[in-house]
């Protein structure tokens, strides 16, 4: 079994800043592509609203219709009623399976927002833990060095005070890096529910 040293663990501190900084990078892609998902739902809104005023002409030209068709002598038949009334009863489905998409892109957006937050804290905390962990390895050296340099029982307390101190702080960045983990793995699961209610609102408007 390989001995494991210091180094071992200053290497493991180096690795935490190095995916600290990625985790930021990706954050930042993500808030782009969140962008783009809170502009789609503008859009579809828009075009909604559009659909909407639509129906509102071609329930009124319906009712003109359906008046028209009662009269023998007019070119309104029953066919055409018919046609007219499907279309409008098929833009009121859309109209409204559209709303349960766009209500679902930004509630998921909304959450996505947070959890891009979350990941930037979850970074945060990693960069401080893997700060005081390389402290508590290099001062842990220091006094292994004061030791086998026979220094002087003052000083060498001094050290492990010390010593314990950046350990006491260790444990503290240890444990907010435990919660922000946890915080994100909490948002994941409401962000994967998001993404079912998404799917689901684009079955409905099949």
């Known amino acids: 079994m390989p001995i494991i040293t210091h180094e071992d ?30 502009k789609l739902a503008e859009n579809l809104s828009t075009m909604n ?3 909407q005023s639509l129906n509102r002409t071609m329930r009124d030209l319906l009712k003109q219709m359906q008046t028209l068709s009662r009269e023998h002598a007019s070119n309104v038949k029953d066919e055409d009623v018919k046609i007219f009334e499907d279309m409008v ?3 009121d489905v859309y109209v409204e399976a559209n709303d349960k998409y766009i209500n679902a892109i930004k509630d998921l957006a909304v959450k996505q927002d947070y959890l891009i937050n979350l990941e930037n804290e979850f970074a945060e905390a990693l960069e401080e833990e893997a700060n005081k962990r390389a402290a508590v390895i290099k001062k842990g050296l220091s006094v292994e060095n004061a030791k086998n340099k026979m220094v002087e029982g003052d000083k ?4 492990d005070v ?3 101190d950046a350990q006491r ?11 922000k983990i946890n915080q994100l793995n909490e948002v994941k699961t409401e962000i994967n529910e998001l993404w079912l209610k998404l799917k689901n609102s684009i079955k409905e408007m099949g």
Do not use: T
């Open 9 to 38: 663990e200053l290497i493991l501190s180096k690795l935490e800043k190095e995916l600290a900084s990625k985790l930021k990078k990706l954050a930042k892609n993500q808030k782009n592509v969140v962008k783009v998902q809170k």
């Open 49 to 51: 609203i559009s659909r």
């Open 89 to 91: 009863n098929e833009n």
């Open 156 to 159: 060498l307390n001094q050290l």
């Open 162 to 164: 010390e010593l314990n």
């Open 169 to 179: 702080e260790f444990d503290r960045a240890r444990d907010i890096l435990l919660k």
